[in-house]
């Protein structure tokens, strides 16, 4: 790579990520071996030829159509997610405990499911107060005593994790009912390799690419099992749902159709697609649509998405349903406190990824520990979503600590506390250079008689310098997410010896 | 494999919408080319007579202009029948479509139609305007090649060869009317300079010029060019030859895939294929063209309502969708 005369030779000089940990090079104290190679090759780019593959992938994403719309007034927009193209990288070491970790949860929420909606025990025992399970919007009544297939009730899960100032992987939130953007995962890396091959070159990267393979593997898995060879379809609301690039991607990599309501009826308790032959029997679904808009016989009956009589031939096992109806009360933000004890509870093991440090105030020391530290806590409501009631200690004002102490007070058991995380940083690409920002990871894991984890997942990034908002409609991007094999060359050191 | 009946649906009018817009493109190529009278003006008006859009046009329109019709047919997001709204509904059908069509034929329409919009009537003006029609005719034509090479031969396929088929007739019976109706009634003119020009104008708008003249190496008449149009049997648009297209797709989708309906809509076409063959263009000219070509296009509505009642599930859901003949 020749490098134009007067630029400083080396890319990575004035990075600086400052206080925080940093995805690329590590923490302060324990500098990232693994990915001393990239580092090395980063650092011989020139900026221009930088910015010019970043916008070579920006235009081809947007060619593709791997866009999602954006609702704005009246009219609807296709948008990109934006791109970084400098890559976030996790040793071989870092993801084996990652994939522990996540497997962990995963189990331990899919037994915590079966219980509930079989002897409740974990109740019974006073390990989760009964209330927080059975009074949540999210908990369906319709499954009380129904057994699923593998005792699998969250087959596609997207768990949130962030990485403090020590390099500690924690929990942030878990996605048991619809989670996204997987498919991004898989874009991004067709992106790289076609925008950055010369970077990717012998660094032995885990694919990502068989995630339709094992996403249909699941799907047929867990099909009633009289059928020899079941069909199975997505069930997306339709093409102006915003995450429709991502159903598109999901039927073509399982080659199935995707199909939306309106093509689906339900005949003797059993699920039917119109084809141009007449009607075919579906045998497994993976639905892309929430509890309430399913079935309009048995939630919500004004919904226009969903298959009227479809949870009676659930319930019948005429078909299956991925992921199982009643998931949302597994990744509650109530719940999510108690997800330790109940890896406890259940498989009498730690969590081996741990949540973000928090406190349930409904128990007494817990909100006495809140009351002492609100300037420095995050105060969250467990019933709100999308970060509604929220005050943030650090930049409240005395009146806002007040009011915040009042409601605590007043109704502690609607409260968690956590600290401020400072999430991890990874170098990005902006109009200054490379610059440290902000960002997240949710791996995918799909769980049909076992479970597997992709080796990677979506890095969000908050592009917004400063910021640690990483989410798509605050000006978030994403990143390709490598994870490296084990044993392959790693060492920038050995570059360009003999193999 | 099965293929779901909206899917179907999709693939027949994206194929139909694709079509149409190449037809369009040729129209206003030709007719900015070749379409001149006496005074070396060209008559931007057949153009709106030809499609019918006479009540629409002038709803918003004073005057047929150069820039009024070229404008309304390029980018006039309130006509259904402009290349914009077409390459917009191709679109849409494909985006419905991606999980079955390839990734090739998606991102070529996307492109394409993303492209068209960003032109917005900027320079096309009328010196442009060839050379823009040229490259949507190209866009087109590379849509048919990706088509052809990557689209994977299926039930799918067939009902992409049905659209097309079905929309190539219409749109030649389409011109030849358009045009017969407005040459045709100067007794005086025919067999002139002017007359001669105009029926190549036909030709050429349906890439037959050169076909016909190695059919017909001297004579050009109104009927001789009409009766190319309608009958010949290698001219890859004429009536017949489409018809024949249709009427061995719709046999061998039913045959392959054992599909239990469509069995009105192979009777339609037989009885469609029967009145093509029944008369020669001397006597079909003698009754009357013009309600003849009537009764083509009415029979191939008729043939179109068949298929979406046999495989598109129109006899069980009403589609949300709306697409028109």
Known sequence: ?499 | MNLLARYAECIFWMARYMERAENLARILDVHETFARDTRGMTNWFSIVQLNADEKDFFSRHDRPTAEAVVHYYMFDTQNTNSLVSMLRMARENARVLRPWISTEMWTQINVFHNKLVEMNGKGVALPNLSKVCTWIKEECQTHTGITEGTFYRDQGWYFYQLGKYIERADQTTRLLDIKYHTLLPSPVAVGSTLDMSQWTTVLRSAAGYHAFRRVYPRGMSPTTVAGFMMFNEGFPRSVVMCVRQIDGLLTRLKSRYTLRNGSDAMEKVDELLGALLARPIEEVIQLGLHEYLDGVQAQLCGITTEIGRAFFGQDTVPMTQSQSQ
């Open chain 1, 1 to 499: 790579m020749s490098v134009p005369e007067g630029k400083a030779t080396d890319l990575l000089t004035n990075y600086d990520p400052g206080l925080y940990y940093d995805e690329l090079f590590g923490g302060r104290d324990y500098p990232a071996e693994h990915s001393a190679l990239i580092r090395q090759r980063l650092a011989g780019l020139n900026f221009g030829d930088l910015l010019r593959r970043s916008q070579d992938a920006e235009r081809e994403l947007y060619n593709l159509g791997i866009t999602f719309l954006v609702y704005s007034n009246k009219d609807a927009v296709d948008r990109i997610l934006p791109f970084d193209i400098i890559p976030r990288v996790i040793s071989a070491k870092e993801w084996a405990h990652l994939e522990a970790g996540i497997t962990q949860r995963v189990t331990a929420l899919n037994l915590f499911l079966h219980d509930i909606y079989h002897d409740q025990k974990i109740l019974k025992d006073g390990v989760i107060p009964a209330d927080l399970v059975l009074g949540n919007g999210c908990f369906r009544p319709q499954m009380v005593g129904l057994d699923v297939p593998f005792d699998t009730y969250i087959h596609i899960m997207g768990t949130d994790l962030v990485r403090d100032r020590e390099g500690t992987f924690r929990v942030l939130e878990d996605n048991g009912r619809v989670p996204s953007g997987v498919s991004y995962v898989v874009e991004n890396r067709h992106m790289m390799q076609r925008v950055f091959p010369d970077l990717m070159q012998d660094i032995g990267i885990r694919p990502v690419d068989n995630y339709g393979h094992k996403l249909l593997d699941a799907m047929m898995e867990i099909a009633p099992q009289d059928v020899a060879d079941p069909q199975v379809v997505l069930l997306s609301p339709g093409s102006y749902n915003s995450a429709y690039f991502e159903h598109i991607f999901l039927a073509r990599e399982m080659g199935v159709p995707l199909v939306e309501g309106r093509d689906l009826v339900v005949e003797n308790d059993r699920v039917y697609m119109k084809t141009t032959n007449g009607l075919a029997r579906v045998d497994s679904i993976y639905r892309r649509i929430d509890d309430a808009f399913l079935d309009p016989k048995a939630f919500n009956p004004d919904s226009m998405l969903g298959v009227p009589g479809i949870m009676e031939a659930y319930r019948k096992g005429n078909v299956a349903l991925a992921n199982a109806i009643g998931t949302g009360v597994a990744d509650d933000k109530a719940i999510y406190c108690y997800v330790p004890r109940m890896i406890k509870y259940y498989l009498d093991q730690e969590a081996i990824i741990p949540n973000v440090d928090t406190r349930i105030c409904r128990e007494a020391d817990a909100l006495q520990y809140t009351l002492d530290n609100l300037d420095k806590l995050v105060v969250k409501p467990v019933g709100e979503a999308g970060g509604y009631g929220i005050t943030i200690g650090p930049r409240a004002s005395k009146e806002e600590l007040a009011e915040c102490r009042a409601k605590l007070l007043a109704d502690p058991s609607n409260y968690i506390s956590q600290p401020v995380v400072d999430l991890s940083v990874c170098p990005t690409v902006t109009d200054d250079g490379i610059d440290p920002r902000h960002v997240d990871l949710r791996p995918f894991a799909i769980t049909g008689k076992n479970t597997w984890v992709l080796p990677g997942g979506l890095t969000r990034v908050a592009l917004k310098k400063g910021t640690l908002i990483v989410n798509s409609s605050q000006g978030g991007g994403s990143k390709d997410t490598w994870v490296l094999q084990d044993g392959v060359l790693q060492d920038g050191a050995q570059e360009g010896s003999a193999s």
